[in-house]
C-alpha cells in the first residue's frame, strides 16, 4: 500500500510563498502520476495540479496558474509544489494523491491519498 506524506504547510501572509513537499514510504513515486488537491472549509474539493509519469506533462487549475509550480524530485522521491503569490482564498487542507494514469489524477480520481497539510494565508 503506498503510503503519502504530506509536509510544508503553515501560515503564511497574502502575496507571500510556500513549497508543499510529497514523500512517500516504501515505495518510489516513479511510477504514479502525483496530484495536489485542496479542500477548504464548506467548500468541495479542488483538483489543483497533477504531473505525469512519462514526460512530465503537467495540468493546473485555472485558479493556481501561474502562481503554482508542480516538480519531481527523483532523487529525493518527493512531488513538490511551489505555491507563490499566495492569496487568503487558497487557504485550505492541501492533498497529495497518486494515481496508475495520469488521467484518473487530472479526473480527481487517484488511487491513493496522504493525510493533507493545512495552508492558512492571513495577515
Known amino acids: 500500500q503506498l503510503q503519502l506524506v504530506e509536509s510544508g504547510g503553515g501560515l503564511v501572509q497574502p502575496g507571500g510563498s510556500l513549497r508543499l513537499s510529497c514523500a512517500a514510504s516504501?515505495?518510489?513515486?516513479?511510477?504514479?502520476?502525483i496530484g495536489w488537491f485542496r479542500q477548504a472549509p464548506g467548500k468541495e474539493r479542488e483538483g489543483i495540479s497533477c504531473i505525469s509519469v512519462r514526460d512530465g506533462s503537467t495540468h493546473y487549475a485555472d485558479s493556481v496558474k501561474g502562481r503554482f509550480t508542480i516538480s519531481r524530485d527523483n532523487t529525493k522521491n518527493t512531488v513538490d509544489l511551489q505555491m507563490n503569490s499566495l492569496k487568503p482564498e487558497d487557504t485550505a487542507v492541501y492533498y497529495c494523491?497518486?494515481?496508475?494514469?495520469?488521467?484518473?489524477?487530472?479526473?480527481?480520481?487517484?488511487?491513493?491519498w496522504g493525510q493533507g497539510t493545512q495552508v492558512t494565508v492571513s495577515s
Open positions: 516504501k515505495f518510489t513515486l516513479d511510477y504514479y502520476a
Open positions: 494523491a497518486a494515481a496508475v494514469v495520469f488521467r484518473q489524477c487530472v479526473g480527481g480520481d487517484p488511487d491513493y
